[in-house]
């Protein structure tokens, strides 16, 4: 009995794992952290890594993308989807009825099942029910719109009703083109983060190793950009307590890292914290006018910076105290 032999497929299949916007996030990281100015002159060193990371960038742009689209609101082909559902369910009900009882009382028992949809079936039912109920009691009631003068139903109130219907059944074929384009797109969006992350774990990773040795904080810091981080999830912070110099919180002081654009103010307390990326950053604090800078800090991904600032109290420019001069009593 011969062995079967496998051939290895080329085509990398998407597993049943969702990729979401964490992973986005995550390429958009890489490609930020390697493109970045300050560190692109490295990334040119080793021209397959250079390669590579040009390969993901235009993949990110492809993914942003598909989420762009995938965001355009669903139209219903210039309708006001309510307004257009009570107009027509009016105008059906308004023919439908007096043809119900028409029906009836010369026993045509088709055309009275056609039309006997209540106001209320018409109003508060599915789109799709009110077009097709609408569209079949439209048909048959054209066949002998001839014998409907008597009751006030004439072949223009059938032309109006029906440029209704097929208003509605367009709008509605419009709206489900667009929610199998958005399928379309979902399934789209997950091949091609698959595909990106996949190349992230199966040729960046490896590639990077050329750095380790000649530009270790490079190495580093493209791993730490490389994890996956829960998006809204972090635990690197940058924790601040500022106080003044008789040891009391000092609340509404300004805290910012002006390279990150992040910012906050201390609390009654007098900490604040601030949700930081891993890397190398600077912070200030301010308070009254009076700014304190601090050095270079080190972020290390799931760890605390915890700094204590102490402004004197004659850097606020308190207001002289003068102590209230007790009255004299007077006996009476």
């Not at 969006?189 to 774990?201: D, G, P």
Request: aromatic share 10%.
């Amino acid at each position: 009995m011969s062995k079967k032999t496998f051939t290895p497929s080329t085509v990398k299949e998407t597993p049943k794992t969702y990729y979401n916007a964490a992973h986005r996030d995550m390429i958009r990281r890489v490609v930020t952290f390697t493109f970045d100015p300050q560190n692109i002159a490295i990334t040119n060193l080793v021209p397959e890594w250079k390669e590579a990371l040009t390969v993901l960038r235009d993949k990110l742009f492809l993914i942003d993308d598909l989420f762009r689209q995938k965001a355009l609101p669903i139209t219903w082909a210039g309708l006001d989807k309510r307004k257009a559902k009570e107009a027509l369910a009016t105008e059906s009900f308004a023919i439908m009825a007096p043809v119900n009882s028409w029906a009836l009382k010369n026993r045509l028992a088709t055309l009275f099942e056609l039309t006997k949809a209540s106001n209320s079936d018409l109003f508060y039912g599915k789109y799709s029910f009110l077009v097709d109920t609408s569209k079949e009691a439209y048909e048959a009631i054209d066949a002998v719109i001839d014998e409907l003068e008597p009751i006030g139903i004439t072949a223009a109130m059938l032309t109006a009703w029906n440029t209704k219907i097929t208003a509605m059944e367009n709008a509605l074929s419009l709206t489900g083109n667009a929610r199998a384009g958005r399928k379309t797109l979902n399934s789209q969006i997950q091949k091609e983060l698959y595909n990106a992350v996949f190349m992230c774990i199966d040729q960046l990773d490896s590639l990077s190793v050329a750095y380790k040795a000649t530009h270790p904080t490079y190495f580093t810091d493209y791993h730490n950009n490389r994890k996956l981080q829960p998006l809204g999830t972090t635990h690197t912070k940058l924790r601040v307590f500022v106080t003044d110099d008789l040891h009391q919180p000092i609340y509404d002081a300004f805290v910012n890292i002006p390279e990150l654009g992040i910012s906050g103010i201390t609390t009654v307390s007098g900490d604040c914290t601030l949700y930081v990326p891993y890397g190398v950053h600077e912070a200030t604090v301010s308070y009254n006018g009076k700014i304190v800078n601090t050095g270079p800090m080190q972020f290390t991904k799931g760890h605390t910076v915890t700094k204590k600032y102490v402004f004197e109290t004659a850097q606020f420019d308190l207001p002289e105290h003068k102590p209230e001069k007790k009255k004299a009593l007077v006996k009476k």
